[in-house]
């Protein structure tokens, strides 16, 4: 089976812009959740979806968003980048989220 | 604030020597997963444990679970320098998002 694949692994962007991450979970797994890891802050919850359906959000500004599609797929966007957006984004997959969670490599995002 | 936390925040020991790392969390839980990362990369499972068991084992892993006291500890025996990584324990409270602690960074000294 295929792991976790997520686009683009790297990218650099400048204050102001936003910017578009892609996950593609495994096969068969419906539940989708992203993260995000600082130094300072660790790892905190983005939001997770299940079924296209966003069913819980971590405490992020609105400017962070994402969706789901019907074949799993998720995306997440994050609008009027800012310095602090600068991070490791890791997205993970399971069956739901209670279970193992399998994670991507990650796209790491540098904001100038 | 992060359910789980790792205790210690570091830790550096020989190869060949066993590694303890705690962790704690503050509300009733389903499970209790354990994970690795090596540097900037992403995270890889290694033992989920379910708020009924006690024990588990996976190779050279232990897992121990207490629910009375809200922690687990995980133990890694005869550490080779591939286990050089971070360690993170998650738990999945009520709703429906997985809640990791800040880490145990383990350092494996040839």
């Known amino acids: 089976k295929a792991g976790v694949t997520q686009t683009p692994r790297y990218l650099i962007k400048t204050r102001g812009q936003q910017v578009t991450l892609s996950c593609s979970p495994i096969s068969g797994h419906r539940s989708v959740s992203w993260y995000q890891q600082t130094p300072g802050q660790g790892l905190q919850f983005l939001f997770e979806y299940f079924s296209e359906t966003q069913r819980n959000k971590g405490n992020f500004p609105g400017r962070f968003s994402g969706r789901q599609f019907s074949n799993s797929r998720s995306e997440m966007n994050v609008s009027t980048l800012e310095l602090g957006d600068s991070a490791l984004y890791l997205c993970?997959?399971?069956?739901?989220?209670?279970?193992?969670?399998?994670f991507g490599p990650g796209t790491r995002l540098t904001v100038l | 604030s992060q359910q789980g936390e790792e205790d210690p925040q570091a830790l550096s020991i020989q190869e060949g020597e066993n590694a303890t790392m705690n962790c704690s969390y503050k509300?009733?839980?389903?499970?209790l997963q354990w994970y690795r990362q090596n540097s900037g990369r992403g995270l890889v499972h290694l033992i989920l444990i379910r708020s009924n068991e006690r024990e588990k084992h996976s190779g050279r892993l232990r897992v121990t679970l207490d629910t009375s006291k809200k922690s687990s500890s995980l133990l890694i025996t005869a550490s080779r320098a591939a286990d050089t990584a971070s360690y993170f324990c998650?738990?999945?409270?009520?709703?429906?998002?997985?809640?990791f602690g800040q880490g145990t960074r383990l350092t494996i000294n040839p």
């Open positions: 993970a997959s399971s069956l739901d989220v209670t279970d193992t969670q399998y």
């Open positions: 509300t009733s839980i389903n499970n």
């Open positions: 998650a738990t999945v409270q009520g709703a429906q998002k997985l809640v």
